[in-house]
């Protein structure tokens, strides 16, 4: 079973920039469509973008234009590049991997990251 660790979280000033981590144990992202959340407390999580086998990305319409995702194979890890960083922007972000079976994403067996905190003031 895949693990995920996320790292690259801090504090920021408004309009500043950070770029997430997300390292996976044991097997390769293409197996996988990755994915980027964040929650803030008394909130739900809510998805702020993924990326599937062919590189293909979706972002919420919330990050679109300020936020990249991003993945490198050979070293298994997962980035979110966020720019333009806004105070609403605050919360714990996750990663997390859904196993594909051919075109099919198995959300029901999505495996989750600890976390790492953003704040942006």
């Known amino acids: 079973h895949v693990q995920l660790v996320e790292s690259g979280g801090g504090s920021v000033e408004v309009g500043g920039s950070l770029r997430l981590s997300c390292v996976a144990s044991?097997?390769?992202?293409?197996?996988?469509?990755l994915r980027w959340f964040r929650q803030v407390p008394g909130k739900q999580r809510e998805e702020v973008a993924s990326?599937?086998?062919?590189?293909?990305?979706t972002y919420a319409d919330f990050v679109k234009g300020r936020f990249t995702v991003s993945q490198d194979d050979a070293k298994n890890t997962l980035f979110l590049q966020m720019n333009s960083l806004r105070p609403e922007d605050t919360a714990m972000y996750y990663c997390a991997a859904d196993p594909m079976t051919g075109l099919l994403c198995d959300s029901l067996n999505r495996t989750w990251g600890q976390g790492t905190q953003v704040t942006v003031s």
């Open positions: 990326i599937g086998q062919i590189g293909f990305t």
């Open positions: 044991e097997y390769p992202f293409s197996r996988y469509r």
